[in-house]
């Protein structure tokens, strides 16, 4: 069993930065973190991942050489650094750990924290 919990969000105004943190509890070696975000009216979508390897790290497009996905192994915390913000940041963002490798699908994600949310004002 494996439970996430989102801290971080805040409200800031575009161009500045955040930076989300993921704290687990459970065991993690076996799973693919990610970052998912969710918007008023819109579907869940993929931000970013960090296999389980560490080795493997992916971006979407929307937010590649913006964000920064890394993890503290001795805390079992993933964090998200998010530079440059913009207006289209603005959701509830979520991490998730799945088993499947590599996934961008939220479907194929098992565990969910409760989500933070991240306004940015223009």
């Known amino acids: 069993q494996v439970q996430l919990v989102e801290s971080g969000g805040g409200l800031v105004q575009a161009g500045g930065s955040l930076r989300l943190s993921c704290a687990a509890s459970?065991?993690?070696?076996?799973?693919?973190m990610g970052w998912f975000r969710q918007a008023p009216g819109k579907e869940r979508e993929f931000v970013a991942l960090?296999?389980?390897?560490?080795?493997?790290?992916y971006y979407a497009d929307s937010v590649k050489g913006r964000f920064t996905i890394s993890k503290d192994n001795a805390k079992n915390t993933v964090f998200l650094q998010m530079n440059s913000l913009k207006p289209d940041d603005t959701a509830i963002y979520y991490c998730?750990?799945?088993?499947?490798?590599?996934?961008?699908?939220?479907?194929?994600?098992?565990?969910w924290g409760q989500g933070t949310q991240v306004t940015v004002s223009s």
């Open positions: 459970g065991r993690t070696i076996n799973y693919d």
């Open positions: 998730a750990a799945g088993r499947q490798y590599g996934s961008r699908r939220p479907e194929d994600y098992e565990y």
């Open positions: 960090m296999g389980r390897n560490v080795l493997s790290i």
